[in-house]
């Protein structure tokens, strides 16, 4: 009898405004219970996804990965059959064989995050659970001498919470920058913002924690509004304590963009 056992990929893109986040959880709707769902209909069997990043509420994803083994091959056009029978804010943009054993957690190299800010005075309807408002000062070279601080290895403790299962705080930062976005309207056109700036932060490291990035996108608008100096962020990534990072920023602003494995 053979043991070998199809393995399939599926790279997924979500909005995160209306799951309780990846991991299935009884009585809520999450990205998972509704991907399995779909998937024992087409497939006849209800199989356990293995994913790349398990995503908070409200979190959005461009590039989620996520695996599964198979009792068959899959049948052709599975992406299209999901499709149609998932919500519309969940996508299969691809599902296809992957090597033998493919497990899109551990074999995942690095993950990259991006974090949208809308800043200025009024809101855009074009963003709304999109990006976070923030109608307070922001100085963009702040945040880039912030985003310069984190490359490399550095103990993240300040930007997880206090009450955590993670064992090991370090993490290495492969890349992180600021960048200015656009906002956009009707057929993909740039409109008009007034004096609206759309910031956007990428960080990809090798790992991350939870709420990571928010913390850190939180403690980082600190410094750009000047109520907190450089020299007080930079102390922080050596293992301070959670209650000496800003808050946590709220979660419709954060994308998980893409996730890398060997050899690509």
Known sequence: MSLFVPTLRLDIAYNGAGFAGWAAQPGL????EELERALERVLGERPRLTVAGRTDAGVHAWGQVASLGLADEP???LG?????LTGDDIAVLAAARAPDG??????????TYCYRVLAG?????FELGLSLFWPHRVYPG?????????LGTHDFTAFTPTETEHVRFEREILRAEWRRGRTLGPEGRTIATGDLALLEFWIEADAFMRNMVRVLIGTMLE???GRRSLEDFAALLDGAPRERAGDTAHAQGLYLASVRYEGA
């Open 29 to 32: 709707r999450t990205v998972q």
């Open 75 to 77: 049948p052709e056009a």
């Open 80 to 84: 299209r059959a999901l499709n149609g």
């Open 102 to 111: 493919f497990d899109a957690r551990r074999d995942a190299r690095s993950r």
């Open 121 to 125: 005075s009024v809101q855009s309807p």
């Open 142 to 150: 702040l945040l880039e001498r912030c985003a310069e601080q984190l």
């Open 223 to 225: 410094v750009a509004g």
